[in-house]
């Protein structure tokens, strides 16, 4: 049986919410590169623009990203003041957040640029407005496959996101690096975190679970704030309505102090 846990973030800060919501645009923008899916990427990267831009549902993220690493930078400061073997790594984690943001500064503007004058993306955006979801008045089905191996528009915009990219994935690095994993047991698929003990104030809880639960349908809603969080468990199967598993749930957790 695999020990592999899946991990499911659940943000407890605006900042923290904004940054994920673009580490999941840039998962499933790679997952579709690798995988030759020009349709996956193409909703990927619209998700992606409306994060870093903001739209009707979302505040723009670059501001709350860059709040982050402030954030993140201060914590590492703390870090550093204590007398520890590990503290030239930390100044250099701290100055490496500091290049990402200067670097962010100079490309995201040309890589806004690009998606926006892009006329297969603008076209697919297009057909989203007008429920057209796989694209039959614009011959999507046919033309995409071909667009892709011959205009590499992917390609483009993937020059344009490196530095996006290069930022995103170090800050999930480092916040995942923070803290031990705790353990836990949603009894009757149900439990609760008491985040109110803590000692410093908590902006993201990630919940770990094997892999053979996921792999049975099981998956994790959240509620609460940042006091306490309620964890409920879900299982799906096939052809059957969503239900909350009949037997207790073995699950790990962290809470990251940053807000």
């Known amino acids: 049986m695999s020990n592999t846990l899946l991990r499911f973030p659940f943000a407890l800060s605006p900042r923290m919410q904004s940054f994920l919501e673009c580490r999941n645009a840039l998962q499933c923008l790679n997952h579709a590169k690798n995988h030759h899916d020009m349709y996956a990427w193409l909703q990927a990267i619209q998700d992606l623009n409306e994060s870093l831009q903001g739209s009707v549902a979302r505040k723009p993220a670059i501001p709350e990203i860059i ?17 520890s073997h590990f503290k030239q790594a930390i100044l250099e984690a701290h100055d490496q ?9 100079q490309s995201l ?9 892009d006329g297969v993306i603008q076209a697919w955006v297009n057909s989203q407005k007008k429920t057209d979801w796989i694209g039959h008045r614009l011959f999507f089905p046919q033309t995409l496959p071909v667009f892709w191996d011959a205009l590499g528009i992917q390609k483009n915009i993937e020059q344009n996101l490196q530095d996006v990219h290069d930022m995103i994935r170090h800050v999930d690095g480092m916040l995942h ?12 698929g149900c439990d609760q975190i008491h985040i109110g003990t803590q000692e410093e104030s908590c902006g993201l809880l990630i919940v770990g679970l094997p892999l053979h639960l996921v792999q049975s349908g099981i998956t994790p809603e959240f ?13 799906y199967r096939p052809a059957q309505a969503c ?4 037997q207790d749930i073995p699950y790990q957790y962290m809470l990251v102090p940053i807000l």
């Open 177 to 188: 690096d923070f803290v031990p994993w705790s353990k836990g047991i949603a009894q009757g």
């Open 223 to 235: 509620s609460g704030n940042r006091h306490t969080i309620r964890i409920r468990f879900q299982q």
């Open 243 to 246: 239900h909350m598993p009949e």
């Open 97 to 105: 957040l500091g290049e990402h943001e200067l670097k962010l500064a």
């Open 109 to 117: 503007p040309k890589l806004l640029e690009s998606i926006a004058q």
């Open 67 to 83: 709040s982050l690493i402030h954030a993140l930078q201060q914590h590492l400061n703390k870090l550093s003041q204590h007398p």
